[in-house]
């Protein structure tokens, strides 16, 4: 009797990422979760200015989050461009990392609590260094990157806290903008126009 073997296809592995992001908002959303979400965007809401910082794909998907809150018509500056200015008390800085162990992550997060700045950290390690400096944190059940065995997740490395990172950041930016009771006209006139 010969054995045979299918090839995963494209939309086989779309099946998978659908279905793990969906265990991960199921927690999200789970009521002692939900509520450190919601202190998360009364957090940003009150914020005079957000900055923004990731590393990787986590970074991209926080530019994402960037953008988004400033069409609502939030302060906000990515740390490391040239135009991102001083962090000062009560600002706040939203960063992710899996690990919450990231070096350069965590020295910019010890350089905002240092001077009275407010940390929101999305990771999987609530224990971690950066978990320990956050005013809130919010516990994404995720894969960390160099969890190769694949329990949590089967996609490589930290991709499911990634896209996590995202639709968490989206969440935020809808709740934010639903609270706010503009119109998508009334946030239309931020997007770029120097396209």
Same mark, same amino acid.
């Given at each position: 009797?010969? !054995?045979?073997?299918?090839? $995963?296809?494209?939309?086989?592995?779309l099946g998978l990422?659908?279905?793990?992001? &969906?265990?991960?908002?199921?927690? #999200?959303?789970?009521?002692?979760? @939900?509520?450190v979400l919601d202190?998360?965007? @009364? %957090?940003? +809401?009150?914020?005079?200015?957000?900055?923004?910082?990731?590393?990787?794909?986590?970074?991209?998907?926080?530019?994402?989050?960037?953008?988004? =809150?400033?069409? %609502? &018509?939030?302060?906000?500056?990515?740390?490391?461009?040239?135009?991102? $200015? +001083?962090?000062?008390?009560?600002?706040?800085?939203?960063?992710?990392?899996?690990?919450?162990?990231?070096?350069?992550?965590?020295?910019?997060?010890e350089t905002a609590?240092?001077?009275?700045?407010?940390? #929101? +950290?999305?990771?999987?390690? $609530? !224990?971690?260094?950066? &978990?320990?400096?956050?005013?809130?944190?919010?516990?994404? $059940?995720?894969?960390?990157?160099?969890?190769?065995?694949?329990?949590?997740?089967?996609?490589? @490395?930290?991709? =499911?806290? !990634?896209?996590?990172? =995202? #639709?968490?950041?989206? +969440?935020?930016?809808?709740? %934010?903008?639903?609270? @706010? &009771?503009?119109?998508?006209?009334? =946030?239309?006139?931020?997007?770029?126009? #120097? !396209?």
């Amino acid at each position: 009797m010969t !054995e045979t073997t299918t090839t $995963p296809t494209t939309a086989d592995a779309l099946g998978l990422i659908f279905a793990e992001n &969906g265990r991960v908002v199921d927690a #999200l959303r789970a009521a002692s979760a @939900s509520v450190v979400l919601d202190d998360a965007a @009364s %957090l940003l +809401a009150v914020a005079p200015r957000v900055f923004v910082l990731g590393a990787g794909r986590s970074g991209l998907a926080l530019k994402m989050t960037a953008m988004r =809150l400033m069409h %609502l &018509g939030l302060d906000v500056h990515v740390v490391g461009e040239v135009t991102s $200015p +001083a962090i000062a008390q009560g600002d706040l800085l939203l960063v992710a990392s899996g690990s919450g162990t990231t070096g350069a992550i965590v020295r910019a997060a010890e350089t905002a609590h240092g001077v009275g700045a407010n940390i #929101l +950290a999305l990771t999987t390690a $609530p !224990e971690s260094p950066l &978990g320990h400096l956050a005013a809130v944190t919010v516990v994404i $059940p995720a894969a960390a990157k160099q969890d190769h065995a694949g329990q949590v997740s089967a996609q490589y @490395s930290g991709g =499911l806290f !990634e896209q996590s990172v =995202l #639709l968490v950041g989206d +969440a935020l930016f809808h709740t %934010l903008w639903q609270r @706010s &009771g503009a119109t998508a006209a009334e =946030l239309w006139p931020r997007h770029a126009n #120097l !396209e």
